[in-house]
C-alpha cells in the first residue's frame, strides 16, 4: 500500500485545511487509517484514527472538536478535516494505515508528509 498526502500550507489562527491520503495498492477500505502530526523539535504524536470496520474512531485531546477524520473507500482516500487551527497545530502531518487494523494501532504503510504551519 502505498499512500500519498497532500493539502498542507500556510494558514492563518482559525483557519481551517484539509489534508488527504491517496492510496495505491490495496482497497483502502479493508484498512484501519490514522493521522500523525510531528513538530519540530518534538515526537510524532497520533492525532486521529478510524478502524477497519469504520467502527472506531479517536482523537487527541489537543484537536478534540476542531479535527475530523473520514474516509472515502470509493476514492481510496482519507481526509483530516483541521477547523479552528491554532499555532500549536504546525507540524509535519502523515497518513498511516495498516491492513484490517484497529484504532489506534499499530501501523506499517506510511505517507511521505505534509507541512501544515500555522502563524499570523
Known amino acids: 500500500l502505498q499512500l500519498v498526502e497532500s493539502g498542507g500550507g500556510l494558514v492563518q489562527p482559525g483557519g481551517s485545511l484539509r489534508l488527504s491520503c491517496v492510496s495505491s495498492?490495496?482497497?483502502?477500505?479493508?484498512?484501519?487509517i490514522g493521522w500523525f502530526r510531528q513538530a519540530p523539535g518534538k515526537e510524532r504524536e497520533a492525532v486521529s484514527c478510524i478502524s477497519s470496520s469504520g467502527g472506531s474512531t479517536n482523537y487527541a485531546d489537543s484537536v478534540k472538536g476542531r479535527f475530523t477524520i473520514s474516509r472515502d473507500n470509493a476514492k481510496n482516500t482519507m481526509y483530516l478535516q483541521m477547523n479552528s487551527l491554532k499555532p500549536e497545530d504546525t507540524a509535519v502531518y502523515y497518513c498511516?494505515?495498516?491492513?484490517?487494523?484497529?484504532?489506534?494501532?499499530?501501523?506499517?504503510?506510511w505517507g511521505q508528509g505534509t507541512q501544515v504551519t500555522v502563524s499570523a
Open positions: 495498492g490495496s482497497t483502502l477500505g479493508d484498512y484501519g
Open positions: 498511516a494505515a495498516e491492513y484490517l487494523g484497529g484504532c489506534p494501532w499499530i501501523y506499517h504503510s
